[in-house]
Antibody, heavy 121, light 107 residues
Framework: EVQLVESGGGLVHPGGSLRLSCAAS????????MNWVRQAPGKGLEWVAA????????YYADSVKGRFTISRDNSKNTLYLQMNSLRGEDTAVYYC??????????????WGQGTLVTVSS | DIQMTQSPSSLSASVGDRVTITCQAS??????LNWYQQKPGKAPKLLIY???YLETGVPTRFSGSGSGTDFTFTISSLQPEDIATYYC?????????FGGGTKVEMK
């Protein structure tokens, strides 16, 4: 069974930075694109970013473009989200999700348990 | 960006009831639509992909239909474990966008 475990969330001040990680196991990590999706408290789902299986293609929501960077280390089976210039509206649970194919198709068939990021002074 | 309008935002139904949720896209997305279930405090779970295909292991009481701009998600006979929020999501174009969600409660 696919396992995705996020870490790195926490409390950060506005303008600060945080790096999230997602450790993957029980599947061939490099064969699948990966996504980050977030959910603000009591709100719906918002796609944040995606990366192809080889890491060569990345895509971002306008709300995070220029501030967040998605990356992956296929040798470590780990997905990352570097978040800079954080704002209050970035407060959310961040989920990593496995795509169904190596290119970004954006059907997430497996999800991590999520990690909470709180941006507050 | 493609806007996904989901309705109703919430509903209350009894065990055994047929439940229907609709999702409308702001432009033609062919059949590039997924349905997810999210229980409180849990990650979403993929139920339906490509508008009408049931994900492996998902009970057959769940179904999806539609193409173009209008889609429907149905639970044929509501069970207590189906209490959750359901989201549609388009993947025709980036950015991916989700509907606002439908919270299904037990009457």
């Amino acid at each position: 069974e696919v396992q995705l475990v996020e870490s790195g969330g926490g409390l950060v001040h506005p303008g600060g930075s945080l790096r999230l990680s997602c450790a993957a196991s029980e599947f061939t990590f490099s064969s699948y694109a990966m996504n980050w999706v977030r959910q603000a408290p009591g709100k719906g789902l918002e796609w944040v970013a995606a990366i192809s299986g080889d890491g060569g293609s990345t895509y971002y929501a306008d709300s995070v473009k220029g501030r967040f960077t998605i990356s992956r280390d296929n040798s470590k089976n780990t997905l990352y989200l570097q978040m800079n210039s954080l704002r209050g509206e970035d407060t959310a649970v961040y989920y990593c999700g496995k795509d169904i194919v190596v290119v970004v198709a954006a059907t997430v068939d497996s999800w991590g348990q999520g990690t909470l990021v709180t941006v507050s002074s | 960006d493609i806007q996904m309008t989901q309705s109703p935002s919430s509903l209350s139904a009894s065990v055994g009831d047929r439940v229907t949720i609709t999702c409308q896209a702001s432009q033609d997305i062919s059949n590039f639509l997924n349905w997810y279930q999210q229980k409180p405090g849990k990650a979403p779970k993929l139920l339906i992909y490509d508008a009408s295909y049931l994900e492996t292991g998902v009970p057959t009481r769940f179904s999806g239909s539609g193409s173009g701009t209008d889609f429907t998600f149905t639970i044929s006979s509501l069970q207590p474990e189906d209490i959750a929020t359901y989201y549609c999501q388009q993947y025709d174009n980036l950015p991916l966008t989700f509907g606002g969600g439908t919270k299904v409660e037990m009457k």
